[in-house]
């Protein structure tokens, strides 16, 4: 117990003299109200995403032409996608797997708070000349190896429920109802794959993680500091698009990961979406990459607008 909740008329945690919310704390709450609306906003993109990445096209592919005016064959986009699940499962089919979905976000959001607060990060002099590039990188590494921890931490934390979330949604594939409530999928889980089955695809999310993070901030130390010129009016306003920038471009290169992880969250539970034809069954997360490598399908579900149909796939259109 800490010295100031032992004392007389000492305010419970999380509330200041008064009674008042303790701005810390309220800042938290906001993020978790900020973090499942964003994700119930953007859930339908994530349903409509995941079916094309474990392989399911129900609808056939149309003609289009191409930047150079020829005729390619292009499978359905996003929109059209959506519309697909709505005339099957109505409105609400969209949401497929939102509940589990949004508590995931909560623990995560939760635990990185809580993770900062346990191992607080030293202060360190803010540093940008070029003549302190030693001790800006180290600045740099320190900083990412203490970000590192908090986002391993929070996807250890919350990849149960990304797994149960994703079962709930491949539903769709083979219209199956084995996964509906958040409990009653963590018992079937336990009892059929024990406690490991809840963190199958955890190990590629957690390498994509990672590298996005370590690549993002080193290369953006890095443009910052050798590309960005001091004596540029706008240099301030540059390096502070710059994480964002490296992050979004870094992210598409690391996609990969986050599909192999998805489709490991599905493989071989006794779904559709995850059993052959839609997928063989993988003895590791490796395998997996290998498989989707060899078929040129890393990058499978990247692109939710234009997508056209793979070669392997396509023929010749008159």
């Known amino acids: 117990m800490s010295i100031a909740a032992a004392l007389p008329g000492a305010a419970p945690a999380g509330l200041v003299a008064g009674g008042r919310p303790d701005p810390a704390e309220g800042a938290e709450s906001l993020f978790v109200v900020l973090g499942a609306g964003f994700t119930a906003l953007s859930h339908p993109l994530l349903y409509v995403k995941l079916l094309i990445q474990v392989g399911h096209e129900p609808l056939p592919p149309t003609i289009g032409r191409n930047v150079l005016g020829r005729k390619v064959l292009y499978l359905p986009g996003f929109f059209t996608y959506a519309r697909h699940i709505v005339e099957v499962d109505g409105k609400t089919g969209l949401f497929r797997g939102l509940a589990p979905r949004i508590i995931s976000s909560t623990?995560?959001?939760?635990?990185?708070?809580?993770?900062?607060?346990?191992?607080?990060?030293?202060?360190?002099?803010?540093?940008?000349?070029?003549?302190?590039?030693?001790?800006?990188?180290?600045?740099?590494?320190?900083?990412?190896?203490?970000?590192?921890?908090?986002?391993?931490?929070?996807?250890?934390?919350?990849?149960?429920?990304?797994?149960i979330s994703m079962r709930c949604m491949v539903q769709f594939v083979g219209r199956e109802v084995k996964y509906s409530g958040v409990f009653s999928s963590i018992g079937r889980i336990?009892?059929?794959e024990g406690i490991m089955g809840f963190f199958t695809g955890l190990v590629p999310h957690i390498l994509g993680d990672v590298v996005v993070l370590w690549c993002c901030n080193v290369l953006a130390h890095f443009i910052n500091t050798y590309v960005v010129d001091d004596n540029f009016s706008q240099a301030s306003v540059i390096r502070s698009y710059t994480k964002f920038v490296m992050g979004i471009a870094v992210s598409m290169l690391t996609y990969p990961f986050l599909l192999v992880g998805d489709l490991m969250a599905v493989n071989n539970c006794g779904?559709?979406?995850?059993?052959?034809?839609?997928?063989?069954?993988?003895?590791?997360?490796?395998?997996?990459?290998?498989?989707?490598?060899?078929?040129?399908?890393?990058?499978?579900?990247?692109?939710?607008?234009?997508?056209?149909?793979?070669?392997?796939a396509s023929f010749p259109i008159d």
Not at 107 to 131: A, Q
Not at 277 to 283: A, D, E, K, L, N
Not at 287 to 295: I, P
Request: hydrophobic content about 35%.
């Open 271 to 312: 779904l559709r979406a995850g059993l052959p034809p839609y997928s063989p069954v993988f003895t590791s997360w490796v395998q997996c990459w290998r498989h989707l490598r060899a078929q040129g399908q890393l990058f499978r579900g990247s692109s939710l607008l234009f997508r056209r149909v793979s070669a392997a």
């Open 107 to 163: 623990l995560s959001t939760i635990t990185r708070g809580s993770v900062k607060k346990i191992f607080p990060l030293e202060d360190m002099e803010h540093v940008s000349n070029k003549d302190d590039v030693k001790t800006s990188l180290r600045k740099v590494l320190k900083e990412t190896s203490h970000e590192m921890l908090i986002q391993c931490t929070s996807r250890l934390i919350s990849h149960p429920l990304h797994v």
């Open 190 to 192: 336990f009892k059929e």
